[in-house]
């Protein structure tokens, strides 16, 4: 059997080429940049600990634990320390902890007594039935009222997406939420009654699914995968065009390599979607001529006995820049306990960081004995501008909000900074086009998959998911 081409050296594509190989499927796996993991990456430096990207995995699905057995790191896995499952929200400049319980909520200071009244009349508001979509936003205000929305909801966006609850679409962004009211009609009757459901498929809810690292730090994931895939990685090797012909696919590399990859039995797209925009995707020497669909579709280009597909429009697919900004404190120089996840902070609230996650205590050996560190996040869609500043500027700004927020003092003792000027695409409203246009785009070229984090959900977890998945998909494909 030839072997299946995995372009993209990401968690998804790690995890696709390495489920493929376990599977026997031989594989290469293609890299445009000099390392892999994407945005997954630890620095270690003089005790700190500090993670460029995610900080965690939420293992949503039996896959995810199946993947760390077969890759061998159950010893390297760290759960976090059980005193730190607090999470806080910003309300009135002050950190609020979450409540986890009916009982807290109905006691907590996070939300009015009209707000808690709202959400014990939601199982009685009549559910949306015209099919139409609808953003985050409307739905929240529609069933559980508007402060929800601007004290809750806004900060879990800007924690997951980065993103604006008025943009992102309610059956894209979230979907569960959505197929809970249509089933259900109720978002408190579906979590009542659709834990039976999740538990029968071996899913967990993202808010009470298990969250884990690894001793130093999530690369120990796709180092480890990397490592195991052995010759099969292939770094600083971009594709640019990709063909089929009646003996398999080639791949072609953009300078200085220039060269072919010839006669791979398939293809996982697993790079990002800006990336997709400029590959060029070719079918050759098809029996029937092309059929020209309407300008919404992958329309083909007549191209030599075949056809090209344009897939220009997933250029459009919006990703807001974000900074992450590392830093560390001694210990009596932060006047909060900092015990628990971290904290989300609402954009009526007014600060410039979108939250922070508190990183030393969730794990060990993330900070020396008797220092924190502390793990925030700036831009997204609430202030883009911000994530591009120099290194210098963001430190100085995170360390203003945390002086009101945590009583931080004096200056930090570590400090790093990473920036991504294309963070997490936005599933805003309409973004169920793009997803059909994923579809034609396959069904268009047989053998050509797509699979990550622009497709099958955002998070680390969702994108683990989507590399075992597509490995699945691929290997019955071959077989059949």
């Not at 925030?376 to 002086?403: F, H, N, Q, W």
């Not at 927020?405 to 200056?411: D, E, M, N, S």
């Not at 920036?419 to 396959?442: T, W």
């Not at 070229?445 to 955002?458: C, E, S, T």
Request: with cysteine; net charge positive.
């Amino acid at each position: 059997m030839n072997p299946v081409a995995v372009i993209g050296g990401g968690i998804t594509g790690l995890t696709a080429a390495f489920n493929l190989r376990r599977l026997g499927v031989p594989v290469m796996l293609f890299e445009s940049g000099g390392r892999v993991g994407g945005v997954i990456e630890s620095l270690r430096h003089e005790g700190y600990l500090a993670e460029f990207g995610p900080n965690t995995v939420l293992e949503t699905s039996p896959k995810i634990g199946q993947l760390i057995r077969d890759a061998g790191l159950q010893r390297r896995r760290l759960n976090p320390d059980p005193r730190a499952e607090a999470r806080y929200v910003v309300r009135d400049r002050q950190l609020v902890e979450m409540p986890g319980s009916p009982l807290g909520f109905f006691t907590t200071k996070l939300f009015s007594r009209q707000a808690k009244m709202a959400v014990l009349r939601e199982p009685f508001v009549p559910a949306r039935r015209d099919g139409q979509e609808e953003s985050i936003a409307d739905f929240v205000i529609r069933r559980l009222g508007q402060e929800f929305l601007d004290h809750a909801i806004d900060a879990l966006v800007a924690g997951v997406y980065a993103g604006d609850p008025y943009k992102l679409s309610v059956q894209q962004a979230f979907p569960k939420l959505a197929q809970l009211e249509a089933k259900y009609g109720s978002l408190i009757k579906g979590q009542m009654f659709g834990g039976r459901e999740r538990k029968k498929k071996g899913e967990v809810a993202k808010d009470r699914a298990p969250k884990f690292s690894f001793d130093e730090g999530l690369q120990v994931l796709p180092d480890t995968l990397a490592a195991q895939l052995g010759d099969a990685v292939k770094l600083n090797t971009a594709v640019t065009r990709a063909v089929r012909k009646a003996s398999g696919w080639t791949l072609e590399f953009g300078k200085p390599y220039g060269k072919s990859s010839a006669g791979h039995s398939a293809v996982i797209y697993c790079g990002t979607a800006a990336r997709l925009a400029l590959l060029s995707v070719e079918v050759l020497n098809e029996s029937e001529p092309p059929i020209y669909q309407p300008e919404d579709t992958l329309a083909p280009r007549s191209h030599g006995g075949g056809h090209q597909l344009d897939s220009q429009q997933f250029s459009e697919i919006r990703h807001p820049p974000v900074a992450s900004v590392v830093l560390g404190f001694r210990r009596e120089d932060v006047a909060h306990p900092c015990a628990g996840f971290g904290m989300l902070i609402p954009k009526v609230e007014n600060f410039r960081i979108l939250g922070t996650i508190f990183s030393s205590s969730l794990f060990p050996n993330r900070a020396p004995a008797g220092h924190l560190t502390l793990t925030s996040y700036l831009g997204g869609e609430r202030c883009p501008e911000l994530a591009a500043m120099p290194a210098d500027d963001l430190v100085r700004i995170t360390c203003e909000d945390l002086k009101v927020l945590l009583g931080v003092k004096g200056q930090p003792t570590f400090h790093h900074c990473a920036y991504y000027p294309k963070a997490i695409p936005q599933y805003n409203v309409g973004y169920g086009h793009y997803r059909a246009l994923m579809s034609d785009l396959e069904a268009r070229a047989p053998g050509f998959f797509l699979a990550g984090h622009y497709r099958d959900g955002v998070s680390l977890g969702d994108s683990i998911v989507s590399g075992c998945n597509v490995a699945e998909r691929v290997a019955k494909a071959l077989q059949a």
